[in-house]
């Protein structure tokens, strides 16, 4: 029976499934015996074996001893008790001969699923191109330190590889999230063409091929063209040998086919691991077969395994520096933020981009948004806020591809290709998000990746692609993935964040909290004025009044003229304590703000500043004033100050004026009480509004200082201001201006 | 027979002050004094010191709002409680000028509210106009305990603060 007719011919829909690590053949560069322990009788063996015991069949049923002979036996029993084993295989004897007519061989023991597998490889010689000895090892780690970036490490790596095997192209290639490759370094003569930044789909090498990579580090194919070589076994009952770990392990059909498609006669890969995950591959090719001896091929894995190790330790150290340069970043935006009163306005655009990495930001809090750098519309925002809110994990949330994930994106992917997510606060609804312009960037595939082999007639017949040109593919939508040093940033920035807003509205309620406590003192401090103070006073005054009406005949005019100056202390005093209670209590009691007609209080203010100027002539000039919204109590007690001062500070004229306008703005009404009266010197007109301020002697004048006082404050509570000016012997203006309800429901204007 | 006012007043002088104001305004009332709220619920009740006091209410409470043991709004409010007292028209007499106080007394259907006023002449005219109404002139009807006319100086309105310089 030709062997090679039973070769299994996997179809297409046996793709992803073919088991590949029983292939029940091997290359023909060596042969296999297999048994299932180092007393067990040699149970599988290769057609082609060619041992002490004989060759082909004739070797089954046989012992170790009489296949390899007692010292070769021996040194696999030794090799057994060994703990490691089972992992690596291990090179027996090199140059073993078991008859003087036939080849030399190099023997390699493995052990798989309760196995001993011995493979005898027949000697090659590539002493040439086995370049790399113990003293080339150092200086080479030194120039591989010495690499400014891990494209140019992987060149070296490349290269070096090329010197040791003679393959004629040596490729660097690694996998994306999707097990795409991509060719990141090569080194080449001009034999085979170039795939340097080429990209190879997913289905080029699957799954359980990657799985065997993880497992067998290293595989070689010296030739595409090769005669399989079947296992033959004890029993049919015997299941069939895993060749995992197998060096000689006959491959896959289709990968042949490949190979044959992709022009390659040998090829030789070693894994690049990270981290325990399958990272990439170093992959060589040779137009021509090629073996390469165990020792080289050692080799090659040594040097694969070191770049492995140089790119981990490269990609933590700039992990690192990423990390200090972020950390920077973030001290200076926390120094800032610390000593804000709302944190929000410590934020920059050039720390909150730098934060991240990102091209914009965007802080979002309830409906307010405050934007940094490029970044999606408002409502673009606030929807995305939306969506992104509940999927918040953990405090973060991140992609790369956002429009993948969320469509509604649409024409604003380009500048948000990638978002990062933190959540501040939920009850707040307070986002902080970053965004990330897509990256968009073409690829260059060998052959076209969306599209499945096949052969078109046959199509059971799984036939893998047969073009490697190179076809363009233009990727959107995606942003370049956010560094892990730059998510820790970011949460470190959200704890933060999170920490200064609980402390302010702890500091907010605690302030809150003391303000009612003080004002609650206040209150209780006005009623022991009022009640308590006010007392001896009144008795003071009451006193002196009886002494005043019953017995002043007892008094001579010096007696009458002290109690006449107790009469007037006590109730000027006590004028004092009243308005002083008025005047905190204003603070008190809440504002009780309704729509009010000024034309009705100054009527009402009017007539109460005339109570004692019943006698004199007073010309009011009163324009139609609008309608405000305020508090009408206390407005009538501002507009009351302000008419009793007009009255009063016009006492010394024979004609007296007062005038009381409005003007109305957008957001104000602008109310003036002009009189011709005594005015003010305008030098002091900053003093006029303070508490017991006073411009003019109280012979000129009586009163407190606490009046325009009261309206300042009444006036300020209403959200308004008060100023005034004045000619002195002339005229005195003071203006209040009041928030405006609406034009329409205002009556006229001055 | 004219029926006694009723002045309950802790502070000696404010005491000594109001009944020399009720003695200006020539009232022919007896004037029964009592120091505190307990005293003036014992008066009105007739019990303790008062049990042996002949019958009858009388004319009008002078109430001061701070009192010791039970205080002027506790005493009001007793007062206008009880179905053989709440006829008894009550003022409040006080320093407070207080909202919240003044608030409780009205919400308790008070029949005037006096601030004592600095000035003792004005202070004797309150206490003269309110005497005239209420031991004098005013006869309620049974069942009546509100008057609708309140002297003028009797009740308490925000006074404008004085003008400034």
């Not at chain 1, 493979?119 to 090892?137: I, K, M, P, S, T």
């Not at chain 2, 009332?29 to 209410?57: I, M």
Request: glycine share 6%; charged share 20%; with cysteine.
């Amino acid at each position: 029976m030709n062997s090679s007719e039973n070769i299994p011919q996997a179809d297409l829909s046996d793709c992803e499934r073919e088991p590949i690590h029983i292939p029940g053949t091997i290359q023909p560069h060596g042969f296999l015996l297999a048994a299932r322990g180092i007393d067990a009788l040699i149970s599988h063996t290769s057609e082609n074996s060619r041992t002490l015991a004989g060759t082909g069949a004739a070797v089954l049923g046989r012992t170790w001893e009489q296949a390899l002979g007692v010292s070769n036996a021996r040194a696999l029993r030794r090799a057994l008790d060994d703990p490691s084993f089972t992992v690596n295989p291990l090179s027996l004897a090199s140059g073993w001969s078991p008859s003087s007519d036939a080849s030399p061989v190099t023997l390699i023991a493995h052990t798989r699923g309760g196995f001993i597998i011995v493979e005898g490889e027949y000697a090659v010689d590539d002493a040439l191109h086995a370049g790399l000895e113990g003293h080339e090892l150092p200086p080479l780690l030194a120039r591989m330190g010495k690499t400014s970036s891990a494209t140019e490490l992987c060149v070296l790596a490349a290269e070096e590889t090329r010197r040791l095997t003679a393959f004629d192209r040596v490729l660097i290639y690694q996998f994306d999230a999707d097990w795409n490759g991509t060719v990141i370094a090569e080194s080449r003569n001009d034999v085979l063409p170039a795939y340097l930044n080429h990209r190879f789909p997913a289905f080029d090498i699957p799954k359980q091929a990657r799985d065997l990579y993880h497992i067998n580090r290293l595989r070689l194919i010296a030739s595409n063209d090769y005669q399989p070589v079947r296992l033959l076994a004890v029993s049919s009952e015997l299941p069939p040998l895993d060749l995992t770990l197998s060096t000689l392990r006959g491959i896959s059909p289709i990968h042949l086919e490949y190979m044959r498609n992709m022009g390659t006669g040998s090829s030789m890969s070693a894994s690049i691991m990270r981290d325990g995950k399958l990272w990439g591959l170093l992959s060589c090719h040779g137009r021509e077969p090629r073996n390469l001896s165990f020792a080289t091929r050692s080799v090659c894995d040594l040097l694969a395994q070191i770049l492995s190790m140089q790119l981990a330790a490269r990609e933590q150290s700039d992990q690192l520096a990423r990390q200090v340069q972020l950390r920077k970043v973030l001290t200076d935006l926390l120094a800032h933020m610390t000593d804000a009163v709302d944190f929000t306005t410590a934020l920059d655009s050039s720390h909150m981009l730098e934060l991240t990495g990102a091209h914009g930001s965007a802080l979002v809090r309830e409906g307010e948004i405050i934007r940094y750098g490029i970044t999606p519309p408002d409502d673009a925002i606030l929807k995305l806020r939306d969506w992104v809110g509940p999927r918040i994990t953990g405090g973060l949330f991140q992609t790369n591809e956002l429009p993948f994930v969320y469509p509604e994106i649409g024409d604003d992917a380009s500048v948000a290709g990638g978002l990062l997510a933190i959540s501040i606060s939920p009850v707040e609804q307070c986002y902080i998000l970053w965004f990330r312009a897509e990256l968009v960037t073409t690829v260059l595939w060998s052959g076209e990746p969306h599209k499945l082999p096949s052969s078109g007639t046959d199509t059971l017949r799984m036939h893998p692609r047969k073009s490697f040109d190179t076809w363009k593919e233009t990727v959107r939508g995606r942003s370049s993935p956010w560094l892990q040093a730059e998510l820790e940033a970011a949460m470190i920035f959200r704890s933060a964040v999170v920490d200064i807003v609980l402390k302010q509205a702890a500091a907010k309620s605690h302030l809150l909290t003391e303000v009612q406590r003080m004002n609650k003192e206040l209150e209780a401090f006005a009623y022991t004025v009022s009640h308590d103070l006010r007392a001896p006073f009144r008795h003071v005054r009451g006193y002196a009044e009886l002494l005043q009406m019953d017995k002043s005949e007892l008094l001579d005019d010096e007696g009458r003229f002290l109690l006449q100056k107790i009469l007037k202390s006590t109730a000027y005093a006590g004028n004092l304590v009243d308005t002083l209670l008025s005047f905190s209590r204003m603070n008190l009691t809440p504002l009780n703000t309704e729509p009010v007609d000024l034309n009705d209080l100054v009527e009402t203010a009017r007539s109460h500043a005339m109570i004692n100027a019943e006698a004199r002539s007073i010309d009011w000039h009163i324009a139609p004033l609008p309608r405000v919204n305020g508090d009408a109590n206390l407005l009538l007690l501002a507009l009351q100050n302000l008419f009793e001062n007009a009255v009063k500070y016009t006492s010394k004229r024979n004609h007296a004026v007062i005038e009381v306008s409005a003007v109305e703005t957008n957001h104000e009404c602008i109310v003036t009480i002009k009189d011709n009266g005594a005015g003010f010197d305008m030098k002091y007109a900053d003093k006029l509004f303070g508490v017991f301020q006073r411009l003019h002697t109280s012979d000129q004048f009586t009163g407190l200082g606490i009046g325009l006082a009261s309206v300042r404050r009444i006036i300020e509570r209403h959200g308004g201001r008060v100023w005034a000016e004045s000619r002195q012997d002339e005229y005195a203006v003071f203006h209040l201006s009041l928030p405006v309800i609406s034009s329409k429901t205002s009556s006229h204007h001055a | 027979m004219l029926k006694p006012i009723l002045l309950v007043e802790d502070n000696p002088d404010d005491l000594e002050l109001a009944l020399r104001a009720l003695t200006k305004t020539n009232l022919a009332n007896e004037v029964v004094t009592v120091r505190d709220g307990e005293q003036a619920l014992h008066y009105l009740k007739r019990e303790g010191d008062y049990a042996n006091r002949p019958s009858g209410n009388p004319a009008v409470v002078l109430l001061d709002l701070k009192l010791p043991k039970i205080d002027g709004i506790q005493v009001l409010e007793y007062i206008k409680s009880d179905e053989n007292l709440k006829s008894i028209p009550v003022v409040m007499l006080t320093s407070s000028k207080m909202e919240s106080d003044l608030t409780r007394a009205y919400k308790l259907n008070v029949n005037a509210y006096v601030v004592k006023p600095i000035n003792f002449s004005e202070f004797i005219e309150a206490v003269r106009e309110l005497g005239m109404f209420w031991a004098v002139l005013n006869e309620p009807p049974p069942g009546s305990h509100k008057s609708s006319v309140r002297p003028k100086s009797a009740i308490a309105t925000p006074s404008p603060i004085i003008s400034p310089a």
